[in-house]
């Protein structure tokens, strides 16, 4: 039996319910994580003192992984939002250190560098975003590119001394607080260290600071330690890899837009194919392209991405692809957030007995993310004779339903109704009830109960409950 322990980001669905229903497709593995409530949300922080006792009273753990935002700010987002100063905090993350390093050795351990959206929307950042994000945005894209290129910095629409010093204040606590981290990767603590980008530019002072950290890191020969673009997938991505050592899981990436491989997706900025590579790479596996264990089958976009948020619906012709006859999973990257309709309508009728799973999740680094850590530990089940096919066709079912159902089809609705987020997800329960219909058939897999809910009462985050 495999113990593990893992530490989530925070109580969303994606970052909690997931690793919870993947893992139980290995009947050899033994997850332990937080009771939810102890965890935090979007306008709440994690309950340290409840989670330094978690980890206390914990034996004989063979690896932890663990949101480093958790432990010493709350979460992702209070990572943004909290006043605690670098000294509190610093004796938080020094508290963590002291417990765990006395009971388990493999430690996975992962960390934002602290992102700046281009928008003027505050949901997930201070109060003072609502009027001054996307100035701040242009303010620090154009602060750095200034100082790449060595060009003359003019930014229109200054933003106010007083805000732009607290902003300032945020980053470079954060920052000093993962150069400490840095200092315990040298000293061998972590297994591995990765420092995650979530939604990036060319230029901005997040990605000044990801240079920076590299710095350090090629200077001092810091091993095992990485800076990857993404967030939510970071720890699927550490479970597996740590799952994966000794094992040589080869992986065969296919893409079906075959020269559209260069260009970068919506929210990151590397191409879908460096993306990709990154994400397998993380994961602990090698990639072989004839000689495969998984095939990975990744419906790319041929221009553009499309962005079902935004309104960009790209809805691909690929009616005439054919799925192996060896083991294949699938990447759904055409749209952002969300699937391709005529994609998935072909998957539907032509997938066989070899499918290892599906994702359409958000960003192309969380669908490749999720959709490689779900067809890994069926892989690994199924090589040691411990596969549960219910937890497999109850996570796909789910995935399906989200990705594909709600967010493609039903979320636009409550995004634009004028009604309450529960009420407006109410009156649609019916349409996703069909939906999930065309799901059980594809799947063979008949829950006797769905129940839907918006956790973070927000159209994005959708909890899907079934038995």
């Given at each position: 039996m495999i113990?593990?322990?893992?530490?989530?980001?925070?109580?969303?669905?994606?970052?909690?319910?997931?690793?919870?229903?993947?893992?139980?497709?290995?009947?050899?593995?033994?997850?332990?994580?937080?009771?939810?409530?102890?965890?935090?949300?979007?306008?709440?922080?994690?309950?340290?003192?409840?989670?330094?006792?978690?980890?206390?009273?914990?034996?004989?753990?063979?690896?932890?992984?663990?949101?480093?935002?958790?432990?010493?700010?709350?979460?992702?987002?209070p990572s943004r939002r909290i006043e605690d100063d670098f000294e509190t905090i610093k004796k938080r993350i020094e508290k963590f250190k002291n417990i765990v390093q006395k009971k388990i050795k493999n430690i996975f351990a992962f960390s934002s560098i602290m992102r700046i959206s281009n928008n003027n929307i505050n949901e997930e950042e201070k109060e003072y975003w609502a009027q001054w994000g996307k100035r701040i945005f242009d303010w620090s894209y154009y602060l750095h590119k200034s100082e790449v290129e060595k060009t003359f910095n003019c930014v229109i629409n200054k933003?106010?001394?007083?805000?732009?010093?607290?902003?300032?204040?945020?980053?470079?606590?954060?920052?000093?607080?993962?150069?400490?981290?840095?200092?315990?990767?040298?000293?061998?603590?972590?297994?591995?260290?990765?420092?995650?980008?979530?939604?990036?530019?060319?230029?901005?002072?997040?990605?000044?600071?990801?240079?920076?950290?590299?710095?350090?890191?090629?200077?001092?020969?810091?091993?095992?330690?990485?800076?990857?673009?993404?967030?939510?997938?970071?720890?699927?991505?550490?479970?597996?890899?740590?799952?994966?050592?000794?094992?040589?899981?080869?992986?065969?990436?296919?893409?079906?837009?075959?020269?559209?491989?260069?260009?970068?997706?919506?929210?990151?900025?590397?191409?879908?194919?460096?993306?990709?590579?990154?994400?397998?790479?993380?994961?602990?596996?090698?990639?072989?392209?004839?000689?495969?264990?998984?095939?990975?089958?990744?419906?790319?976009?041929?221009?553009?991405?499309?962005?079902?948020?935004?309104?960009?619906?790209?809805?691909?012709?690929?009616?005439?692809?054919?799925?192996?006859?060896?083991?294949?999973?699938?990447?759904?990257?055409?749209?952002?957030?969300?699937?391709?309709?005529?994609?998935?309508?072909?998957?539907?009728?032509k997938a066989n007995k070899n499918f290892f799973g599906y994702c359409a999740y958000n960003t192309s680094a969380n669908s490749i993310g999720c959709a490689l850590f779900c067809a890994i530990i069926k892989f690994l089940a199924i090589k040691d004779n411990s596969f549960n096919e219910y937890a497999f066709k109850k996570i796909q079912f789910i995935r399906f339903l989200d990705d594909w159902a709600y967010q493609a089809i039903t979320r636009k609705y409550i995004r634009e109704s004028k009604l309450d987020f529960d009420e407006a997800l109410a009156k649609k329960q019916n349409e996703l009830n069909e939906n999930a219909k065309k799901i059980s058939e594809f799947l063979d897999f008949y829950p006797k109960k769905i129940k839907y809910s918006l956790p973070w009462k927000r159209s994005f985050e959708i909890r899907i409950e079934v038995n």
């Open positions: 113990k593990i322990a893992v530490i989530p980001i925070d109580n969303r669905p994606i970052c909690y319910d997931l690793i919870e229903d993947v893992l139980a497709i290995n009947k050899n593995i033994k997850l332990y994580m937080p009771k939810i409530k102890y965890l935090g949300g979007l306008n709440t922080k994690s309950d340290t003192n409840k989670i330094f006792e978690f980890l206390e009273n914990l034996e004989n753990i063979d690896f932890l992984v663990v949101s480093l935002d958790t432990i010493a700010y709350g979460g992702l987002i933003v106010p001394d007083n805000i732009l010093e607290d902003y300032i204040k945020t980053r470079k606590r954060n920052f000093e607080i993962n150069k400490i981290y840095l200092k315990w990767a040298k000293e061998g603590f972590f297994r591995t260290l990765i420092f995650s980008k979530d939604d990036c530019a060319k230029f901005g002072l997040n990605v000044k600071e990801a240079n920076e950290l590299q710095k350090i890191i090629n200077e001092n020969n810091i091993n095992q330690t990485f800076i990857k673009t993404g967030a939510d997938e970071i720890p699927l991505g550490l479970i597996s890899k740590a799952l994966c050592e000794n094992k040589n899981v080869k992986i065969n990436p296919v893409f079906l837009e075959k020269n559209s491989t260069d260009l970068i997706s919506k929210y990151e900025d590397i191409s879908i194919n460096n993306c990709t590579l990154e994400q397998i790479k993380l994961s602990g596996c090698n990639i072989n392209k004839h000689n495969y264990d998984l095939k990975m089958i990744i419906n790319n976009f041929k221009n553009e991405q499309g962005d079902l948020v935004l309104g960009d619906i790209i809805n691909s012709n690929k009616n005439e692809i054919s799925f192996p006859a060896k083991n294949y999973f699938v990447v759904d990257v055409n749209n952002a957030n969300g699937s391709d309709l005529n994609f998935v309508n072909t998957l539907f009728k």
